[in-house]
Structure formats: structure tokens, C-alpha cells
């Protein structure tokens, strides 16, 4: 899963966001400058011992810790549905799935560490409630037509946005993408799969899908973050290689990507204003509902307090778990010194 987080700055870093990328201090940093926008130019990647703008650092860590805190929250939605899942196979799938995006968490806080900020900084952050994770977990998941749905739209957005994370310039962050596609292409296929099984059953099952379409579609679209002109970081971020395609053509090519599989389900999409645009060769599509995008970010929606409440207690709970991990590993280690002794 992934978050419109580029273009959302943490709280209390609002001004800081907007602030221009200073210049070099001196003409030794001129000179990094120069080779480091040299790389960027020709395509190569940064990696973590690289010199790097101090903005540019700030800004991979805002985006590397929004997406690993997505991942983790996006946990708790599909966690809730696990022991209610309808059959031992689909139970089986949903296990694999929910435990895939922990392993996405631990993959992208791994990486935001190789820039200099601990696992502890940032889970402090999304814990205090600092730190921004993706809107669209901050719903509540009320049939068991949402875990398909979640897979087909939430990781199906979530794809369209990680692709051209593969190609970002920083290394770490580029090389985890590759294995988390992967693996949402197996999220998107399992949740449009489990629907396609609906449609076919009751007039009841089809109902319910149609219903968790209906409350999905426009938060999904939110999810690709608010539109190009509205977007004051991406021009930066793109001339950093770090966001390759806009907000607004991401958008786009999931619409047009997604309308063809809803005709195949059997599904309509709630939006009047949808249709094929034969002069520009994409779909139109009607305005999205900002107000409440941003009072969700901002903390306000149906379900921030508990997803955090929840997420706040599952790591209060596991805190034997750290302490004995760290104790076993303070046991090898003296364990080690004797023998080398
Ligand atoms: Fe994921
Ligand atoms: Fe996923």
C-alpha cells in the first residue's frame, strides 16, 4: 500500500515543506552539488554514503516513513477481517496479504534508516500522531466485500503509484519497490479475484460488492494526492527523480486502467460524470471531494483515533518481544567474545 504523501507534509512541518531548497553554503558543497545534480541528470542513483542535499534527504525520509507507516497501518483494516474470512482458503490469502504489507513496513523503515533516521524516530512519530500515513485506512471496513475491494482498488492504486518508485533515484528506496510490486500484483489479483467469486453467488453478495465499490471509488482516486497545481513539492521531487509521473497522470491511468475490470465484474462506478473521451483518449472523470480528503489527513476521519489506538496498544503489547530479542542477542554476543577469548 501506498500514501499520497509527497504532497502532504507531516504536521508541524507545513512551512518547512513549502520552503525553497536552499543554496549551496560554500563552494565545496557547490562543487557536491554540481557532481550530485550531474547523477540526477544522467539517471544514476544516490546511494547512502553519497552526498546529498540536506532537502532532499528531508524529503525521502518525509515519504519512505509515510509509506512504511501506510503499510503498517494498513494492517489493521484487513487484520480485523482474518478470523471472519469466509473459507480456509480466502482465510489463508488474507494472512499472507496482511503479513506481505508488514514485511513492506519493515523493508521501507529499513530504508528511511540508511538516511539517518531511526526506526524509534519514526515510529514515534506515527504513534504521537506526528506523522502522516495514507487516508484511505482512516475508513471502516464493514463487509467482507471491503477485503476484496481493498485488493483490487487500494492495492491496484498502490501499484499505479510504486511502478515508477522502482525507477526513484535514491538506491534503497527504488530496490525495496521491486520486490514490494511484486508482491502487491498478488494483492490486486487476490481482492479482484475474491469479487469476481461474489458476483457470481447471490443477489446479496452482488450487493454487497457494489456497495463497498460505492464507498471506495472516490477515496481511492484521492489517494494519487491532491492535483498537479495544488502539488507545491512535486516539481522538486521530479527534478529529484523522485516522483517520475504527476499526481493527476497517475490518477488517470488507474481510471482508465480500472473501468475496463468493472465492466468485466460486473460493477458500476459511482460517478455520473465517467465516460470515454474519444478527443483526448482517456476517460473522463468528476471532481474529486478535497474537503474531506484533508480533514481525514488532518485527523478527522471515521476512524483515525482507533486505527491508532490500535496500532499504539499492538506495539505496547509486543514490547516483551523487543526486550527478549534484545536479550538473546546480548547473550550470543557475550557468548561470542568468550569463545573468541
Ligand atoms: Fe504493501
Ligand atoms: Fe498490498
Given amino acids: 500500500m501506498y500514501t499520497q504523501s509527497f504532497s502532504v507534509p507531516d504536521e508541524g512541518d507545513k512551512q518547512a515543506a513549502l520552503k525553497t531548497v536552499p543554496k549551496p553554503q560554500s563552494a565545496a558543497e557547490a562543487e557536491l552539488q554540481k557532481r550530485f ?33 501506510s503499510e503498517i497501518v494498513g494492517m489493521l483494516p484487513e487484520g480485523n477481517w482474518i478470523s471472519r474470512a469466509p473459507s480456509l482458503k480466502r482465510k489463508a490469502i488474507l494472512i499472507a496479504k496482511v503479513q506481505d504489507e508488514g514485511g513492506h513496513g519493515l523493508y521501507l523503515y529499513s530504508a528511511a ?111 494519487f494526492g491532491p492535483p498537479d497545481a495544488d502539488s507545491p513539492n512535486s516539481a522538486q521531487g521530479t527534478r529529484w527523480g523522485i516522483k517520475r509521473i504527476s499526481n493527476d497522470d497517475l490518477r488517470q491511468k488507474f481510471v482508465d486502467a480500472t473501468v475496463p475490470q468493472a465492466e468485466v465484474l460486473g460493477v458500476s462506478l459511482p460517478d455520473p460524470d465517467l465516460k470515454w473521451n474519444e478527443a483526448r483518449g482517456h476517460y473522463d472523470y468528476g471532481a474529486i471531494d478535497w474537503d474531506e480528503f484533508w480533514q481525514v489527513v488532518n485527523g478527522h476521519g471515521p476512524m483515525n483515533r482507533e486505527r491508532l489506538a490500535t496500532r499504539v496498544k499492538a506495539h505496547d503489547d509486543g514490547a516483551w518481544v523487543r526486550d527478549a530479542a534484545v536479550a538473546h542477542a546480548d547473550k550470543q554476543k557475550q557468548r561470542a567474545l568468550k569463545s573468541a577469548a
Fill in 37 to 69: 545534480d550531474e547523477r540526477i541528470d544522467a539517471d544514476g542513483r544516490i546511494e547512502p554514503r553519497d552526498w546529498m542535499p540536506e532537502a532532499y534527504r528531508k524529503t525521502l525520509v518525509r515519504q519512505i516513513s509515510q509509506h512504511a507507516h
Fill in 113 to 223: 534508516e540508511t538516511l539517518g533516521t531511526s526506526r524509534d524516530q519514526m515510529l514515534d512519530g506515527l504513534h504521537s500522531g506526528k506523522a502522516k500515513y495514507s487516508s484511505i485506512f482512516n475508513y471502516p471496513t464493514l463487509s467482507w466485500a471491503d477485503m476484496g475491494v481493498i485488493g483490487w482498488l487500494v492495492d491496484g492504486a498502490a501499484i499505479m503509484n510504486q511502478i515508477p518508485l522502482c525507477r526513484c533515484s535514491y538506491g534503497p528506496y527504488a530496490r525495496a519497490m521491486v520486490r514490494v510490486c511484486k508482491e502487491e500484483s498478488f494483492h490486486q489479483r487476490q481482492g479482484y479475484e475474491a469479487l469476481l467469486v461474489m458476483m457470481k453467488g447471490s443477489q446479496a453478495q452482488r450487493e454487497m460488492v457494489q456497495d463497498a465499490v460505492n464507498r471506495y471509488w472516490w477515496k481511492c482516486l484521492a489517494m
